[in-house]
């Protein structure tokens, strides 16, 4: 009787052992400080400036003059080409036989956005430079024409360079926050992490091994970078000891065995990780390759735990658990600047910022961001009666223009801000407000705009007065060929100019 209970009992362990051991991701919380590879170890000398209001170190006071200094530049976005790609779509009959050729048009162009970021720390005299280069394909979707795919562009030029403005403008300040926090910065980083945990309700183990998932999840969500750990390591070592037992309990060099064993030493090399304690994971990540059953996280855990021990070293600390004071990272400011030129009437070239959304309020008036020399920022408003020329690195043009505005109003008569459409030195093209177009002879004292009686009841006429001395651009306009359009005006307007 005894030997069969034996026997049966012998036989329900090997059972046991003998199941499969599927393996699930299984997540969990926690969170430390980012130690950084160049610190500054005075933390009364943890201070900064920058041109850039995106840019930060975490752990730093921003002041001026300051320990490290920040300069960004961006350069701006310009079109590297532009092509329409045709596309041949043919159909046959079952025998082979042509029956239908169409073709299909797309507007291809490149954009491309250089700038740069500059660091230089006083303490050690480093004069770190980075240059910055994005390129972006763009391809519009297909047209059944060739004028439409054109046509597309034309419209869609100016949003599709705003847009990889900001993308590519927003790219690099992402990358320069990264490098500044990397060698000087203290953020904080809350991760999402995973353990290997036994998936199949079968095995004997699954029970304790999701048991101790959840409460090894339950004590690290308590985890904050800004407090001692020695609580959370006294509360994980039940886990850590039940890990443990069990990398001893499943022995062999079957494979289910060994994935049982990959699980504890993949679980305990990742709590230690957490627990600041490189040496133990490396304990336990030498114990995954020599387990033989998935190397390389091995020498994942290996890598992570010797750069570690790096930024202990060079932190002289043991710990990425401690309290320290922290500005809020500043929210990546999605309105772009644009480098700008503005020329004074008594010819002061001053170089400066415009945001992006104050570039459609350009009127009477222009807001440009000037830093004095505290690098204090503010807004100062140009009259454009009191300038000549504004140059926008997007490649837009302005001239102070005199006009009368054909909505008559307070300011209709005054000198304004207009964006050039097309200048030769037979005639001027300009947009102002986005909306109303102005011819300008060069020597004439005001400009008109087309949105005046004239222009709306007789255009062409209007043009003809122009072109009395163009036999190509008159006759066009006799047969009414232009419209109150920019692009329309616009082929007037070089029509006249190149006109022998």
């Not at 090894?216 to 443990?244: G, R, S």
């Not at 986005?434 to 004239?454: F, M, R």
Request: glycine share 4%.
């Amino acid at each position: 009787m005894k030997k069969s209970l034996l026997l049966l009992l012998l036989v329900a362990t090997t059972f046991s052992f003998g199941q499969s051991a599927n393996l699930d991701r299984e997540y969990f919380k926690g969170s430390f400080t980012k130690l950084p590879s160049h610190p500054i170890l005075d933390a009364g000398k943890r201070t900064y400036s920058t041109n850039n209001r995106n840019l930060y170190i975490s752990g730093f006071t921003k002041t001026n003059p300051a320990t490290i200094t920040i300069r960004f530049r961006f350069d701006g976005t310009n079109v590297q080409f532009i092509k329409i790609k045709r596309r041949e779509s043919i159909k046959k009959d079952k025998n082979g036989n042509v029956i239908s050729r169409k073709n299909y048009y797309s507007a291809i162009s490149e954009y491309t956005s250089t700038g740069s970021l500059n660091v230089n720390n006083s303490l050690t005299g480093e004069d770190y430079n980075k240059p910055y280069s994005l390129r972006k394909r763009d391809e519009s979707r297909e047209f059944s024409s060739y004028s439409q795919a054109v046509s597309y562009y034309r419209n869609n030029k100016y949003n599709l360079k705003n847009k990889y403005y900001g993308e590519h403008k927003r790219s690099m300040l992402n990358s320069s926050n990264a490098y500044l926090n990397d060698n000087y910065g203290y953020p904080v980083h809350n991760s999402r992490d995973n353990f290997w945990i036994l998936g199949k309700k079968k095995h004997p183990e699954y029970g304790k091994h999701r048991a101790n998932y959840e409460k090894a999840k339950a004590i690290l969500a308590k985890m904050k970078a800004d407090e001692p750990i020695t609580n959370i390591e006294k509360e994980l070592q039940p886990v850590i000891d039940y890990f443990i037992a069990t990398a001893k309990k499943y022995v062999g060099k079957k494979k289910r065995m060994r994935k049982m064993r990959y699980a504890s030493y993949y679980n305990l090399a990742k709590i230690y990780y957490y627990l600041d304690n490189p040496a133990k994971t490396k304990e336990y990540a030498n114990k995954l390759i020599a387990n033989d059953y998935d190397k390389k996280d091995g020498k994942y855990f290996i890598r992570i735990a010797n750069n570690l021990e790096a930024r202990f070293n060079a932190n002289k600390t043991t710990s990425r658990h401690f309290s320290m004071q922290r500005e809020a990272a500043p929210s990546l400011d999605t309105k772009e600047e644009v480098l700008a030129y503005l020329i004074t009437k008594a010819n002061d070239t001053i170089q400066t910022v415009i945001p992006s959304n104050n570039i459609a309020k350009i009127g009477y008036s222009v807001d440009l961001e000037i830093t004095d020399d505290n690098g204090k920022k503010a807004i100062k408003r140009y009259m454009a009666e009191d300038c000549k020329t504004l140059a926008l690195t997007n490649e837009d043009m302005y001239q102070v223009v005199d006009f009368d505005e054909a909505k008559k109003g307070e300011n209709s008569t005054a000198i304004k801000f207009v964006k050039i459409l097309f200048e030769s030195d037979k005639i001027g093209l300009y947009l102002f407000n986005g909306k109303e177009l102005v011819l300008k002879l060069p020597n004439e004292a005001k400009g008109i705009s087309t949105k005046s009686s004239k222009f709306a009841f007789g255009l062409n006429k209007e043009l003809g007065k122009y072109a009395a001395n163009c036999p190509e651009a008159l006759a066009a306009t006799q047969a009414k060929e232009f419209k109150n359009t920019a692009e329309s005006l616009t082929t007037f307007c070089k029509m006249l100019t190149t006109c022998k």
